[in-house]
């Protein structure tokens, strides 16, 4: 080979040497430019989607709600739950109420199923009520002051009508509470609790609490207290059902409130409450539904335990 052919291979050679290293950084920038255009349109739909997607669902939803609403449905089924107005309530309790702040507050305590009193509550002006004669066992039984005399003149008018009531219990503190409990208890274990209150929760811890009978259910109802619904049917039963509130004393626990009392229907027990005693007999409610509805909400268990 001469000079003149070598020069023009390697010129040929070179030439093709820095065409191929041309093309690859031809073809290096083009990859480049395709990732970054790659990575520009992949970023871009996110933001539109996002943006575009909520907004159109949006108003339909609102439109459909704005005809569908139940508008009238709501407001009659909130008056139903809803407390009544101020107004009527305020009329309601001063109609209802008015003789509860007239009677003196140690009358109306609140003793039920579930509010008890202290275990050393023991009223302050007991008295040992003169009813020797009015009991068979010949027992001067204790009642609080304001109660004795109402009592005297209602036994009096029953004897002046013929009938022959016997006293048989007033205040009982509560370990002769818990003596007459356990009395039922073995008794009647399974209803001790509905005819016999828990020591604590009984009226006659009060000391305006009277049991009555008679010497015909003693005689026909035994024990010793002669304690039975058939009192009811009885003479002095069925005068003290009528007439006893005219004395100041209401039946504590009724037939028809054994629900609303807890306790079950005892025609012999009856509590002084003077005057009020009238107007739930004309109203046909309890002692316990008049203080549920009556006693101020923070006062009403003043002396719970
Ligand atoms: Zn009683």
Not at 134 to 153: G, H, M, S, T, W
Request: charged share 15%; with cysteine.
């Amino acid at each position: 080979m001469n000079s003149g052919v070598i020069r023009w291979v390697f010129f040929i050679v070179v030439g093709l040497v820095l065409l191929g290293l041309m093309l690859r950084a031809t073809a290096r920038t083009v990859a480049l430019a395709q990732a970054a255009a790659a990575q520009v349109t992949l970023m871009s739909p996110t933001p539109v989607v996002v943006v575009v997607v909520p907004a159109t669902p949006a108003p339909p939803t609102t439109t459909s709600t704005a005809t569908i609403t139940p508008i009238p449905a709501t407001p009659t089924n909130t008056p139903t739950n809803t407390p009544l107005p101020a107004a009527t309530q305020t009329a309601l309790y001063e109609q209802n109420c008015s003789l509860y702040s007239k009677i003196p507050a140690d009358l109306l305590t609140v003793v039920d199923r579930d509010t008890a009193l202290p275990a050393d509550y023991v009223p302050a002006d007991l008295e040992v009520a003169p009813l020797e004669t009015r009991n068979i066992q010949y027992r001067a039984i204790p009642l609080r002051k304001p109660v004795i005399q109402p009592l005297l003149d209602m036994l009096d008018a029953m004897n002046q009508a013929g009938l022959a009531p016997l006293v048989m219990s007033g205040y009982r503190d509560i370990t002769e509470q818990q003596l007459a409990y356990d009395k039922w208890l073995k008794l009647h274990p399974e209803r001790a609790a509905d005819i016999s209150a828990i020591p604590g929760h009984s009226e006659h811890q009060l000391g305006t609490a009277v049991d009555f009978s008679s010497a015909y259910m003693i005689q026909f109802y035994g024990g010793d207290d002669g304690f039975n619904v058939r009192f009811a049917d009885q003479p002095e039963g069925r005068w003290l059902a009528r007439q006893a509130a005219y004395y100041g004393f209401t039946l504590s626990y009724p037939a028809y409130a054994v629900d609303q009392t807890g306790y079950a229907y005892e025609p012999w027990h009856f509590r002084y409450v003077g005057i009020l005693a009238l107007e739930l007999q004309q109203r046909n409610i309890t002692l316990t539904q008049y203080l549920h509805e009556c006693v101020p909400a923070p006062t009403a268990t003043p002396s719970s335990q």
